[in-house]
């Protein structure tokens, strides 16, 4: 239900690379890259503790954590690259 919710509404955060969705209990991270296969990768918080690949996640939980962390790290310094880029051509253009 919370995935079907963040569709509706993904282009609106710029069409994230990941989209992540969580209950009280359960954590669901959907891959959104462009012409890539999509996957899904889903653990519990009880599936932190011992940090192991599980059946529903191929990776252990705490990785795809850190790995959604290096993403949105990565997306942040590439929209600060692009926004000095805009900045240095309207300044040249404007010389």
Request: charged share 25%; proline share 5%; net charge neutral.
């Amino acid at each position: 239900m919370a995935y079907r919710q963040l569709l509706q509404y993904r282009e609106d955060l710029e069409n994230p690379p990941l989209l992540v969705v969580c209950d009280f209990d359960i954590f669901e991270v959907h891959t959104n890259y462009t012409n890539t296969m999509k996957q899904v990768y889903k653990f519990s918080l009880a599936d932190l503790i011992p940090n192991q690949p599980t059946a529903t996640c191929k990776l252990a939980p705490l990785e795809v954590l850190r790995a959604c962390e290096l993403v949105r790290t990565i997306v942040a310094n590439i929209r600060e690259v692009m926004q000095c880029e805009l900045r240095l051509r309207r300044a040249s253009a404007s010389l």
